[in-house]
């Protein structure tokens, strides 16, 4: 019987393990993706932070603010082609539409963090407020990675975009 009661408790642990690992979030119907942020180097007080939304249900939302103590300021921004060059612009909202990922990404969408209170150090995490038009205030754990990485979980060795 002890040793039902281990096993038990061992399959336990693997579940609470793997779903905490999988570091996703539903929230009402809203469902959030791995959010992350690259690690950054001591003297940088700038950084970025990604994570994929998705609305489940029929009706579309927006990500209007967003939060981290980690940060003097958090700002929506987007990445724009002007020209020949990129340029990275403040945005007022994200929207976010029903069964359509919407992907905040290196490059592309994504949260600026403006004046780091100290570096982001791979495999750290910190804690970050999402604010949807509809769905209210959600609280998140960003997951840093690699300085190199360029999507969630996929490090590489070179840095591109954001």
Known sequence: MRHLTRLAL???FSAVAFTSSAHDYNVGALKIDHPWARATPGAITTGAAY?????QGQEPDRLIAVE???????ELHTMILDGDIMKMRQVSAIEINPGEPTVLKPG???IML??????LREKDRFPMTLTFEKAGKIEVQIAVESAGAR?????THTMHGL
Do not use: E, I, N, Q
């Open 108 to 110: 592309g969408l994504h």
């Open 151 to 155: 999507d969630a979980g996929h490090d």
């Open 51 to 55: 994570l994929t939304v998705t609305a």
């Open 10 to 12: 061992a399959a336990a």
């Open 68 to 74: 981290t103590p980690r940060a003097a300021k958090a």
């Open 114 to 119: 403006v004046g780091l209170k100290a570096p």
